[in-house]
C-alpha cells in the first residue's frame, strides 16, 4: 500500500525556517518525481515544488522561488521541503504527492494526509 | 485567482447528476491532459479522474471526465450524500512551467 506521510509543521514566526519532511513506502520510491502541493485555509490548491526521480531537476512556484528549496533522499524514501523567509502567505497545508506519468498525461495519484503550516508572530 | 476556472458551487438532488466546468487556455487544458481530484471534508484530495477520461481503479464508473479544446468537464451520475465535497480540474501549463489547478467546486446534496 502507498503511504505518504508528511511531518515537519509548525507554527514559526514570519521571516523563519521550517524543515518539512514526507516518509514514502509501498513503492520505489526513486521512480517517481514528487511534488508539494500546499492549501492555504479555505482555499484551494497551489502547486509549490517538484524533483525529478533522482533528484537532479528541481522546480519552483515563482511565489516560493528563492526561499524554498525541495530535495530527496532516494536511500530514505523521503521527501524534504525546506521553507526559509516564511510569509502570512505562506501558511497553508502542505501535501506532497507522487507524480504518475503513463505515457499520456502527468497527474497526482497519490497524496499525503498533509502537515500545517503556520506563520505567526 | 486560480489559472483554471471553476464554478464555486453545484447542487442536486439525490439520484441526480450535476456537472463541474473547467476553463483554461491553450498552454493550459489545450496542450494536457486534465486530471480530477475529489477532497472530501477535512481530508486530503484524492485521484478521480486522470488523462481527461480514465477512472483509478475504485472510482464507480457514477464519475466522468471529458474534455474538448481549452475546457473540461467532470460529471457526477446517481449523486450520493458521499459525494458531498470539493472537486479541483487540474493540468499543466507549459508558459507558466508548473502545474495549475481549478479554484475548486463545491458540491451540495440537497
Known amino acids: 500500500e502507498v503511504q505518504l506521510v508528511e511531518s515537519g509543521g509548525g507554527l514559526v514566526q514570519p521571516g523563519g525556517s521550517l524543515r518539512l519532511s514526507c516518509a514514502a513506502s509501498?513503492?520505489?520510491?526513486?521512480?517517481?518525481?514528487m511534488h508539494w502541493v500546499r492549501q492555504a485555509p479555505g482555499k484551494g490548491l497551489e502547486y509549490v515544488s517538484a524533483?525529478?526521480?533522482?533528484?537532479?531537476?528541481?522546480y519552483y512556484a515563482d511565489s516560493v522561488k528563492g526561499r524554498f528549496t525541495i530535495s530527496r533522499d532516494n536511500s530514505k524514501n523521503t521527501l524534504y521541503l525546506q521553507m526559509g523567509s516564511l510569509r502570512t502567505e505562506d501558511m497553508a497545508v502542505y501535501y506532497c504527492?507522487?507524480?504518475?506519468?503513463?505515457?499520456?498525461?502527468?497527474?497526482?495519484?497519490?497524496w499525503g494526509q498533509g502537515t500545517l503550516v503556520t506563520v505567526s508572530s | 485567482q486560480s489559472v483554471l476556472t471553476q464554478p464555486p458551487s453545484v447542487s442536486a438532488a439525490p439520484g441526480q447528476k450535476v456537472t463541474i466546468s473547467c476553463s483554461g487556455s491553450?498552454?493550459?487544458?489545450?496542450?494536457?491532459?486534465v486530471s480530477w481530484y475529489q477532497q472530501l471534508p477535512g481530508t486530503a484530495p484524492k485521484l478521480l479522474i486522470y488523462?481527461?477520461?480514465k477512472r483509478p481503479s475504485g472510482i464507480p464508473d457514477r464519475f466522468s471526465g471529458s474534455k474538448s479544446g481549452t475546457s473540461a468537464t467532470l460529471g457526477i451520475t446517481g449523486l450520493q450524500t458521499g459525494d458531498e465535497a470539493d472537486y479541483y480540474c487540474?493540468?499543466?501549463?507549459?508558459?507558466?512551467?508548473?502545474?495549475?489547478f481549478g479554484g475548486g467546486t463545491k458540491v451540495t446534496v440537497l
Open positions: 488523462d481527461n477520461n
Open positions: 524533483i525529478s526521480n533522482n533528484g537532479g531537476s528541481t
Open positions: 491553450s498552454s493550459s487544458i489545450g496542450s494536457n491532459y
Open positions: 509501498g513503492f520505489t520510491f526513486s521512480s517517481y518525481a
Open positions: 487540474g493540468t499543466w501549463d507549459y508558459s507558466l512551467s508548473a502545474e495549475v
Open positions: 504527492a507522487r507524480r504518475r506519468r503513463d505515457g499520456s498525461g502527468n497527474y497526482y495519484d497519490y
